[in-house]
């Protein structure tokens, strides 16, 4: 079955990088997404990737998928207190319902 | 431009209560239509989804149901809470590519 993982924490120093990694198994997916959740708030779309594409570039967010390994990253550059949040990663299943499988989430700890 | 309104924003019930939780969409028709819950300090779990009116699919049997009366209306209820319903409810909307979530519902089941 589907499964999506992350790791649980993150911490850097404000105007370092940020890398959160994550893992799926589903090679049909043809779209992989990230979402922003600051606390008390509902899911923001920040970015998301088609499979056919190895890097797409947002200002400050860098995604980078690894179709063979199935592995998806997000990058933050020179990370801000206000990128502090729960970073979701999702992948969508391929049929009628386009639901979205999540990942438990990386906590994000931007430290000034 | 789309937007999507959930309500309650915050919810205190007692056990065995009944529960109505809404979900609208403004800005398309016809959108697919989905219930989240997110436990604390957990991820989240589809709990139904809807491709068109009067279409629900259910993900996890539990005492929880989901309607949806409108296009862009969507209905979570239960008949009875039990304390294992206290969460954050989201509804999300689709069409084609992306999903975009509504503000939530805290639920506290007390």
């Known amino acids: 079955g589907e499964d999506v993982e992350q790791s649980l924490f993150l911490s850097v120093r404000e105007g370092d990088s940020s890398v959160i990694n994550c893992t799926y198994t589903d090679s049909s997916s043809t779209y992989l997404y990230w979402y922003k959740q600051e606390p008390g708030a509902g899911l923001q779309l920040l970015t998301y990737?088609?499979?056919?594409?190895d890097m797409k570039q947002d200002q400050r967010l860098t995604v980078l998928l690894n179709k063979k390994d199935k592995h998806l990253s997000l990058r933050i550059a020179d990370t801000q207190t206000g990128d502090s949040a729960i970073y979701f990663c999702a992948e969508r299943e391929e049929d009628s319902s386009y639901k979205l499988i999540f990942g438990s989430g990386t906590r994000l700890l931007v430290r000034p | 431009s789309q937007t999507i309104h959930q309500w309650p924003a915050t919810l205190v019930q007692p056990v065995g209560s009944p529960l109505s939780l809404e979900c609208t969409v403004e800005g398309t028709s016809n959108p697919n239509l989905y219930w989240y819950r997110q436990a604390a300090g957990r991820g989240l779990q589809l709990l139904f989804y809807s491709v068109g009116i009067g279409q629900i699919s259910s993900e996890v049997p539990q005492n929880l149901s989901a309607s949806r009366p409108q296009d862009r209306q969507f209905i979570l209820s239960s008949k009875k809470l039990l304390l294992s319903d206290s969460g954050f409810y989201l509804c999300a909307w689709s069409k084609g590519g992306e999903q975009y979530f509504g503000p939530g519902t805290r639920l506290t089941v007390t």
């Open positions: 990737i088609f499979s056919n594409m």
